[in-house]
């Protein structure tokens, strides 16, 4: 099985926001919620750098264990998915998650603040495999297809990758040889105690 | 060991509110020496690696174009100190003030047993003790402080006491029920934490006749009856707990129903920590008032069920009280059967 | 013309140059891309770029709405983005927006239904009226501008 990972080259993110578009129009993602997001550090000084930031998948998730009611579960690939039907919205995965992934569909959570929403990986939710429940609480399952996620894949720099851990820290690992530089693997100490070694 | 000890600096650096070191285990090798680069810019020079961002600052911050503040912060390691806190410290935290409360007044009953009603306690006559808007605002408080404290323990020991024999489904819908509650019922508990505060305050200014009274062990551990004015030390001790523990947990409370309305989310892992930290102190310290006011003093029930409490066992437990409102006359705002004559 | 400028002491009335140009998110205009939500959440609201110098002369904060008037007369409201990205002295808008007219939003004026979800201040009734007399294109690109605090 493979152990799936993303990552974001911060050299070659352009910050065009097309991998949170093609997220959006994929899973039909509401207003609001943001289960991708590009976020500038160090914004118009030298050494800016733009990182495309989503759930991050962890080894031993944050989210997880802080959950209450423990909707989340880990599938076979290492995709951190929860279920829907569990959830009640108390907001302690956002206090817990480094990346701050997880997203509610209302602001407040006086009465409710609604379930939770965040990055499947392209992979769907509990229900039966592309299953139309399956869609309407998670977006669809590209991963059960055979695809990879769809922001990497439609990456105009293929700054963002996604897939096998191994493969694309390799992949990360030949650029920045062969370009001389590189920021590192943002988030991958924190998400997976490790980092692309170069 | 260590990683106890781990947890133990990340949960008091969180208590501190201090920006705790990032853990990191890692180490990133420098880039490779440059290579030529077409324009002659060196792109390394500045730019900017994760591992230097967190060693500059505790989380990673930026700019992003949707308007939300909380979706600028990059990374938040802090994330992982709150983890530790809520499941490694938290538990045991609950577990120990709940349980061990629950044992010392077990060994309290089965030791003193209760407090029976003494001879000479049973006169017949009455004297109100509360009338009937602070019998009123107590059990709004109490009612909603069960239900507050059942649904807020649920949030930490639910999943590990309660989900296993009824699972997750059924556990899943108690608990959104409970959240709603929990978010709901904290209006009027605050409510009556507010009227509690106005209508008890003057009685429960600490004096010296308290000295006395705790330096007597309240009478709990001899024979005696130490003085007491309309609440005696330790009574004022569960007021004051209350009202400060109680306004405690509607500030923190509400930081935590409008989440990043007033905090960040450091702020936000920080309420959270206080807020169920202060919750289950507070739900042991009223174990030992319920205790207290039902199964530990025969009589003492009373005072808040009719109102209305034996007068001889007033005299006892509260003389410089029955004595003040026995100074006032019959037709005073106290009610009583029959005028009693003053002593 | 250009003595009248001189004369009118315009570069110091609005000593901040002014270009206008493209976000990723939009085209053109911008009607059609505003519509689309999954654009139009990305960039809400029209915004000029002011140095971060600039700003601290003229107690600008990031995001505070700020007037921006040019020589013709012309003033619209729009956030003000706090950044390094334009040097001082310089300032940027986009010019995919419209919808709004000297800080009014316009959405009555609208047909039913055929509002973008996303309006704003339209940069180029800012900009000046006039030709590049070389290339005899018309100049919607650059004017001079100050900024003020809303």
């Known amino acids: 099985m493979a152990r799936m990972k993303f990552i974001c080259d911060a050299e070659r993110c352009i910050e065009c926001n097309g991998c949170t578009t093609a997220c959006k129009n994929e899973h039909e993602v509401p207003w609001g919620v943001n289960r991708r997001r590009l976020v500038t550090v160090n914004d118009g000084k030298p050494g800016e750098r733009s990182v495309s930031m989503a759930c991050m998948h962890c080894t031993d998730a944050p989210c997880a264990a802080v959950c209450p009611v423990n909707c989340f579960y880990t599938t076979g690939d290492a995709v951190v998915l929860h279920s829907k039907d569990l959830c009640i919205g108390c907001g302690y995965c956002f206090y817990a998650c480094p990346f701050g992934a997880p997203q509610y569909p209302r602001v407040g959570n006086f009465g409710s603040r609604g379930k939770m929403d965040k990055c499947t990986y392209c992979s769907g939710g509990p229900e039966a495999d592309l299953s139309v429940a399956e869609y309407e609480k998670y977006g669809s399952n590209r991963l059960a297809e055979g695809k990879l996620p769809l ?23 030949t650029r920045v040889i062969t370009r001389g530089y590189g920021s590192g693997a943002w988030g991958w100490k924190t998400a997976y105690r490790e980092t692309v070694a170069i | 060991m260590t990683r ?7 949960g008091l650096a969180l208590a501190l509110a201090a920006p705790a070191a990032h853990a990191q285990t890692g180490r990133d090798v420098p880039p490779p020496a440059q290579t030529q680069n077409p324009n002659g810019a060196n792109p390394t020079a500045g730019a900017v690696t994760e591992d230097q961002l967190f060693r500059e600052l505790n989380k990673l911050q930026g700019r992003i174009s949707i308007p939300d503040g909380k979706a600028a912060v990059l990374e938040q390691p802090q994330g992982r100190e709150w983890r530790a806190f809520r499941e490694s410290w938290l538990p045991w935290i609950a577990g120990v003030a709940i349980l061990g409360m629950a044992a010392l007044l077990a060994i309290f009953y089965f030791t003193r047993g209760r407090i029976r009603l003494e001879h000479g306690e049973q006169s017949g006559e009455k004297i109100l003790r509360f009338n009937s808007f602070e019998r009123f605002t107590h059990w709004m408080v109490a009612f909603c402080f069960i239900v507050l404290a059942i649904s807020g323990l649920n949030y930490i020991l639910g999943k590990r006491l309660l989900m296993p024999l009824i699972g997750p489904d059924a556990f899943a819908a108690w608990s959104q029920w409970a959240k709603y509650a929990h978010n709901f019922l904290a209006w009027p508990f605050t409510l009556g934490i507010l009227f509690m505060a106005l209508v008890w305050l003057r009685d429960n200014i600490p004096n010296r006749i308290d000295v006395q009274w705790i330096r007597q062990g309240g009478g709990f551990l001899g024979d005696g009856h130490p003085h007491a004015e309309r609440f005696n030390a330790g009574q004022k001790i569960v007021f004051w707990t209350v009202i400060l523990g ?3 947990m509607f500030g923190t409370g ?24 202060i919750g289950v102190l507070l739900t042991a310290a009223i174990l030992a ?14 005072a808040m069920g009719s109102g209305q409490v034996d007068l001889a066992w007033a005299r006892t437990h509260h003389d410089l009280w029955v004595e003040k409102e026995q100074a006032k006359t019959a037709s005073g705002p106290q009610l009583r059967p029959r005028a009693t004559p003053a002593e | 013309m250009q003595q009248k400028a001189l004369q009118d002491k315009v570069a110091e009335k609005f000593p901040i140059v002014l270009t206008s140009g493209r976000l990723v998110e939009y085209e053109g205009g911008g009607d059609e891309t505003r519509s689309n939500p999954w654009l139009a ?9 002011i140095n971060t110098q600039d700003a601290q002369k003229r107690g600008i904060k990031y995001w505070d709405y700020v007037w921006v008037k040019t020589p013709t007369g012309a003033e619209i409201k729009v956030r003000a983005l706090v950044t390094d990205r334009v040097g001082p002295g310089t300032s940027f808008i986009p010019f995919h927006f419209a919808g709004w007219w000297q800080g ?13 979800i996303v309006r704003g201040e339209a940069v180029n009734t800012a900009t000046t009226y006039g030709y590049d007399s070389v290339t005899m294109m018309q100049e919607t690109k650059t004017t001079l501008c100050n900024i003020e605090r809303a």
Do not use: W
Request: charged share 20%; aromatic share 8%; with cysteine.
């Open chain 1, 151 to 173: 922001c990497a894949e439609m990456c105009s720099t293929k700054a963002l990758l996604a897939g096998d851990g191994e493969v694309i820290a390799q992949i990360y690992k």
């Open chain 2, 4 to 10: 106890l000890l781990r947890i133990a600096l990340a």
């Open chain 2, 246 to 248: 109680g306004f405690a």
């Open chain 2, 254 to 277: 509400l930081l935590l129903l409008f989440p990043f309305s007033a905090a960040d989310i450091n702020g936000m892992q920080l309420s959270q920590v206080t807020h169920a930290t």
């Open chain 2, 289 to 302: 008032h319920i205790y207290i006011g039902t199964l530990g003093m025969e009589g003492a029930y009373d």
């Open chain 3, 41 to 49: 959440e990305l960039q809400q609201e029209n915004f000029v770029e």
């Open chain 3, 104 to 116: 009014r939003d316009l959405l009555d004026r609208y047909p039913e239904g055929s509002a973008p």
